[in-house]
């Protein structure tokens, strides 16, 4: 038919008449298809388009270590702060200025040409010297730079880096309730099982509420260790509640570690953040535990530089070896400039770390003052915060304002996703919600409570008690 066609085809509409063949052979169609309508050839290459979709939408498919791990808080409530008129306690972002020398180191070095390439992999050398001898201050042991230190893509690649390294499909992981809401996908995208246990509050009538007052049962933490325990990960101080584990309490963790084969990842991002009173420890120092842990540090929280995202993971050789085989297979290595202008601040700061103008010490003094301010104006208007220990949030319990949230759109939503989707529409002032960083069966324990973060400048301050003591009287 198609010779029989081309032959009685002139030569000026020939052209025209090859153009559909190839089109009708493209599209799978018949050559008969080609004498069609126009209108039917557009159908049938319709459907065909639909039918190839659905067959090739199978190959669309997201891979199965993901499934259920799209949705994220950062994400969404970000998106909703980003009103320049809202006041945002919400993302741990400061708005502080970082250290001048810190500022100045990194501008010195960007105009270094040799430090504008590649560095080594798994960190910069400059940069693990310095993290060596910093940490070395806290160990018993020497710490070899160049192989039990690592530097990461900010903490989140520490975390990343130790739970693919080490974890296996079917292991399970130990995860305090709160917990920072990355835990547990990246836990369960490693094939690993999350086991669950909540802090628990001791509240005593009459006194502040602390995040002291927030602990584990040690006979309900003992429960979950079982010969399947690959790892627990811990936070210290604790995001979000502030919390800084006692010397007692990491020693009943380390106990259970021992006693079970089991490792620790300590994420120990706001070791530099404790205030009056408290004290940090490291568990890794523990008899014991330095052959077991993986200690994760970052240079955002150590110097308020969150953009910078550095972070680095310490630990024996026989582990951070495998964090390495992650890295090298995946990121490779970090920003050269962001590493070697760390390292020089951090030299400065190790030199005068007996020093009130030490980094390490002024910072915290600094968000102290910031902390007792958000405390006194939460508690002014009846509500009940509970006091950190350590780390830049705090949380209040918003229940007792009886907000009407009836015109809120998704019923299905934990109270406090929906109270923070109000607060930032209807008041202009942003937080988290809590029960973002708890598993499914313990969100209700949690959802009353809302997250506002307090490494703010003073104005930004100011702008929020301003709305917060407007709300109180209309509400009062």
């Known amino acids: 038919m198609f010779l029989a066609r081309a032959r009685l085809c002139t030569l000026g509409s020939r052209p025209k008449f090859l153009k559909t063949i190839c089109a009708s052979k493209i599209l799978g169609l018949s050559t008969s298809a080609a004498t069609l309508p126009r209108y039917l050839v557009k159908h049938q290459s319709r459907l065909f388009r639909e039918d190839i979709f659905q067959k090739m939408s199978l190959k669309f498919k997201n891979a ?43 501008s010195k070095i960007a105009a270094i040409d040799s430090l504008n390439q590649y560095t080594r992999g798994f960190g910069h050398p400059s940069l693990v010297k310095a993290l060596s001898c910093l940490y070395e201050k806290f160990y018993q ?46 836990v369960r995208m490693a094939g690993a099982i999350p086991v669950f246990i909540p802090l628990r509050s001791k509240l005593v009538d009459g006194k502040k509420w602390s995040s002291s007052d927030w602990t584990l049962d040690p006979q309900e933490l003992a429960s979950k260790f079982n010969s399947k325990t690959k790892a627990i990960i811990l936070n210290t101080p604790h995001n979000p509640l502030g919390k800084v584990y006692t010397k007692e309490e990491l020693q009943v963790i380390a106990d259970l570690c021992i006693k ?9 991002v706001y070791e530099w953040l404790v205030y009056t009173g408290n004290k940090h420890f490291k568990i890794a120092t523990f008899p014991g535990m330095w052959e077991r842990t993986i200690t994760i540090g970052s240079a955002g929280k150590t110097f308020s530089v969150t953009g910078w995202k550095l972070g680095w993971s310490i630990g024996p050789k026989h582990l951070i070896k495998h964090l390495q085989t992650v890295q090298q297979n995946t990121v490779y290595t970090c920003a050269t400039p ?33 902390r007792n301010r958000m405390v006194h104006l939460l508690e002014s208007v009846g509500l009940k915060p509970i006091v950190p220990d350590g780390g830049y949030f705090i949380i209040a319990d918003v229940s007792l304002l ?61 702008a929020a008690e301003e709305i917060i003591k407007a709300w109180s009287r209309q509400k009062f």
């Open 64 to 106: 199965k270590r993901i499934e259920g791990l799209d949705s994220n808080v950062w994400i969404e409530f970000t998106k909703l702060a980003a009103d320049p008129s809202v006041v945002n306690l919400g993302q741990g972002l400061p708005d502080i200025s970082p250290p001048v020398y810190v500022k100045e180191e990194l």
């Open 141 to 186: 042991n020497q710490i070899n730079p160049n192989k039990e230190i690592l530097v990461t893509v900010g903490a989140y690649g520490s975390l990343f880096n130790a739970i693919q390294g080490l974890i296996d499909e079917g292991d399970e992981v130990i995860v305090i309730v709160p917990f920072y809401d990355c835990y547990e996908p990246m």
């Open 260 to 268: 079970y084969d089991t490792l620790c990842i300590s994420d120990e």
């Open 338 to 370: 962001l590493q070697e202008a760390l390292a020089q601040a951090l030299w400065i700061d190790i030199k005068r770390m007996d020093d009130p103008e030490c980094y390490f010490n002024s910072l915290p003094k600094e968000l102290e003052v910031k």
């Open 402 to 462: 009886d907000t009407d949230l009836s015109d809120m759109k998704n019923s299905n939503e934990p109270y406090d996703y929906k109270f923070v989707k109000w607060m930032t529409k209807n008041k202009k002032l942003s937080a988290i919600p809590v029960s973002a960083f708890c598993n499914a069966e313990t969100k209700l324990q949690f959802e009353k409570f809302v997250r506002f973060c307090f490494i703010k400048k003073d104005s930004t301050l100011d």
